[in-house]
């Protein structure tokens, strides 16, 4: 049972590149324990919305606040130590060191944090390549690797962008059996995903987007009723 106040609440967000209007007025909660997931094709801008949030597109307007704190008024490196972690599409390890020396870099920001052999209990894979540099690691075992970064860090919630991209369908069944884990201890997680059927076993709502809006929102529950629309807009 997930509580019903929003961990992360985002009203009325705005964000540009450069000149380019990218969001127009995106709302959307989370509350603590939920798995959330952005659908939409590619473009509409999911992966930009997880960006505003973390503050890494500046030119921004409206409102972001997590766990009742306005992230919109604070510096970049402010939103990191805020308790969210995020885990962008490219990953983000460090590929010239190692599994360990990756888990050993990232600062603790909040009690809670796992140690590295917790980590390694969790990622059984990790522990077995935890000698290999990162540039040695499948794609499946990077993503790991910088999902478990963030989980050393004692982040309270996980913005994921599109984890299962490129991954062989064995890999992409252990990511989800991962962040099942993570949810079923307390973790707050907001997916990206173009994999729906993936999406769809981990994800206690759903939030559509179509050219840079939020023009839907649904429980789980409400899949079957939703399935119609989300060919038309997923060409799922």
Known sequence: MTDASPLLR??????????SHALHGVDLDVSRGETVTLLGRNGVGKTTTLRAIMGLIRKRTGEIAFEGQDLMRIP?????????????????IFATLTVDENLL????VAEGGMSVEEIFDLFPNLKFRRN?????????????LAIARMLRTGVKMLLLDEPTEGLAPVIVQ?????????????????LVEQNFRFASRIADRFYLMEHGKVVGAFPVGELPLQMTR???????
């Open 132 to 144: 290999s540099q990162g540039t040695k690691l499948s794609g499946g075992e990077q993503q790991m």
């Open 230 to 236: 989300l060919h038309e807009v997923l060409g799922v």
């Open 105 to 108: 870099l990232p600062p603790v």
């Open 174 to 190: 252990r990511i989800g059996e991962l962040l099942a884990t993570l949810k079923a201890r307390g973790m707050t997680i907001l």
């Open 76 to 92: 970049l490196h402010r939103t990191a130590h805020s308790g969210i972690g995020f885990v962008p599409e490219e990953r983000g």
């Open 10 to 19: 985002v009203r009325g967000l705005n964000a540009w590149y450069g000149e």
